[in-house]
């Protein structure tokens, strides 16, 4: 059974960072894809960044360009979204996606992933 376990949410102000971590445990995802997907209220789930285990390829939403950064640890199979000079806007529940082997194509479709954790609230107050 795959598990993914976000962690590092919370309250920042407007401007501030937060890092996010995402565990796996139940597989060796050494040639999977990891995402980051964010929901806040009243809007659809939208993509937020996305990166391969093995030759680090990663990929970004336009609005997330610049700020955000994704990163990963293959020896700890923890991936990470650093989030820098946050916004009001990016208050939501993040969620890390895990997909299994197949072409780095479409990965910033919902549908690509096919484990998904519980999700972790981040609060941007302004």
């Known amino acids: 059974q795959v598990q993914l376990v976000e962690s590092g949410g919370g309250l920042v102000q407007a401007g501030g960072s937060l890092r996010l971590s995402c565990a796996v445990s139940?597989?060796?995802?050494?040639?999977?894809?990891m995402g980051w997907f964010r929901q806040a209220p009243g809007k659809e789930r939208e993509f937020v960044a996305a990166i391969s285990w093995r030759g680090g390829r990663s990929y970004y939403a336009e609005s997330m360009k610049g700020r955000f950064t994704i990163s990963r640890d293959n020896a700890k199979n923890t991936v990470y979204l650093q989030m820098n000079s946050l916004k009001s806007e990016d208050t939501a529940v993040y969620y890390c996606a895990a997909a299994k082997p197949k072409p780095l194509t479409g990965w910033a479709n919902q549908r690509y992933y096919d484990y998904w954790g519980q999700g972790t609230q981040v609060t941007v107050s302004s």
């Open positions: 139940g597989r060796t995802f050494s040639s999977d894809a």
